[in-house]
């Protein structure tokens, strides 16, 4: 499994960012996506998550209303829609797929139960 990560830059608060994630495939378990930041010294944490093809979606409270997560076209991009932002949304931002669908949202929603991940892109906020 391939992720590819695109669209970090540099911007002032209060400005707008939309993060590609290309993925090459998909198998039942892995038919979802998050999206993660990791700021230096802080922990991987959860931004985001998508179940592919359907309408359900999962935002960390620190994002909600801010950030849409969605599908580009066909299933192949997932887009990560970052609006409002914050010098603390600064960080690396990291797609991947989980190692079971059940670890997409809720308090499974963590890095260490994702199994496939890109290579980020910088988000840096001033």
């Known amino acids: 499994v391939q992720l590819v990560e695109s669209g970090g830059a540099s911007v002032q608060a209060g400005g707008s960012l939309r993060l590609s994630c290309a993925h090459s495939e998909y198998t039942y378990d892995t038919n979802c996506v998050g999206w993660f930041r990791q700021a230096p010294g802080k922990e991987r944490e959860g931004v985001a998550s998508?179940?592919?093809?359907?309408?359900?979606?999962y935002y960390a409270d620190s994002v909600k209303g801010r950030f849409t997560i969605s599908q580009d076209g066909g299933r192949s991009t997932v887009i990560l829609q970052m609006n409002s932002l914050k010098p603390e949304d600064s960080g690396m931002y990291y797609c991947?797929?989980?190692?079971?669908?059940?670890?997409?949202?809720?308090?499974?929603?963590?890095?260490?139960?994702?199994?496939?991940w890109g290579q980020g892109t910088q988000v840096t906020v001033s």
């Open positions: 991947a797929t989980p190692k079971r669908r059940i670890y997409c949202s809720g308090p499974n929603f963590q890095a260490t139960n994702f199994r496939d």
């Open positions: 998508l179940y592919i093809g359907g309408p359900v979606t």
